[in-house]
């Protein structure tokens, strides 16, 4: 019997699931036994690295450009280092050892800032140099490395990617709120919500609505579909996400 369900995941309970998600991508399990996974700074990618780690880290550490009241980014002094994992274990790696190491089967996480209709991601550059993209994107892409992208459904946009890169550009803009940026096109495996629940719980999840006010500001309402037991036992799951800590509250005044 076809079910159904809905449900609303709070940011917390949204990146713990993404989190969840990219932690069972067979091609991530691979890397964290075979080689080499990077999970560079980033929100979302905080709740990866927890999945990793099985402990708590400092996400204001583990996060570089923020959407505050405007666009932000974390103090260099307050910033921590992306989390390189060696056969699983975390391993003191420069950014330069680290490109000059990865190959093919290798695993780059690299979350971004908008979803388009057609599934594409973008993702803001804030340093002229192109930053955690110019570092590792093109070797990624170059040698074969697997790119894997956590991002929220309440990222969507109605606009294409490529046309929003084409627009966009830090000597293009006249004004901005905060930091002047590019935009990116990434190109590998999306994890958002609806992807995690489809890959954790084998049920069909489609993207209803984001935002809502007080604690449901940047949340993500979901419709769950498929055999009744698993839509029963993903609802149960997900419900019990929402004892999930909410994301920290930046302030533009941080560090």
Known sequence: MNARAVVVLHQGA???????GVAALPQVQAALREGLVVVTLGTTNAYVAEEFLKKSVDKVAHCAGYIGRKLSVVPAGRRGRELVLERGRPVDLSPGEVVARLSAGDVVIKGGNVLDPQGLVGVFMGAKGGGTVGRYVAPALARGVELVIPISRLKSVHSSVPELARALGIGRLKHAAGLPVGLFPLVGTVISETEAIERLYGVRAQHLASGGVG?????????????????????QELSRLAREEPPLVFHEDAG
């Open 215 to 235: 604690p449901g500001e940047g949340a993500v309402t979901l419709l769950l579909s498929g055999e009744e037991g698993q839509v029963e036992a993903a609802f």
């Open 14 to 20: 949204a990146k713990r699931l993404i989190g969840r």
